[in-house]
């Protein structure tokens, strides 16, 4: 049974850092292609960030570029979220999915979803 528990989010303010945490369980992390995405609120759901499953290489949204960076610890089998120089509209639920089939560009379709951590970017 393939589970991804987010942990990681909170208050955080502007120019701050914050790291989000993905648990994933059920399946190996190296055998599926596997993201962050947020939605904030009045929006819709938005790819963040994408590893790869052919050659691991990370994806970015532009907005998030030079700021956030993934990474997946295989022995964990857990997916990070490094997020630094935070900006108020970062604002969102972020989301961690996975899917064995898709790449990191059909990532709105991903199969598996966990159930979300809020982060706020605030004074």
């Known amino acids: 049974q393939v589970q991804l528990v987010e942990s990681g989010g909170g208050l955080v303010q502007p120019g701050g850092s914050l790291r989000l945490s993905c648990a994933a369980s059920g399946f190996t992390l190296d055998d599926y292609a596997i993201g962050w995405f947020r939605q904030a609120p009045g929006k819709e759901r938005e790819g963040v960030s994408c590893?790869?499953?052919?050659?691991?290489?990370?994806h970015y949204a532009d907005s998030v570029k030079g700021r956030f960076t993934i990474t997946k610890d295989n022995t964990e089998n857990t997916l990070y979220l490094q997020m630094n120089s935070a900006k108020p509209e970062d604002t969102a639920v972020y989301y961690c999915?996975?899917?064995?089939?898709?790449?990191?560009?059909?990532?709105?379709?991903?199969?598996?979803w966990g159930q979300g951590t809020l982060v706020t970017v605030s004074e």
């Open positions: 590893i790869s499953s052919i050659d691991d290489s990370p």
């Open positions: 999915a996975a899917d064995p089939w898709r790449l990191c560009h059909a990532g709105p379709q991903f199969e598996y």
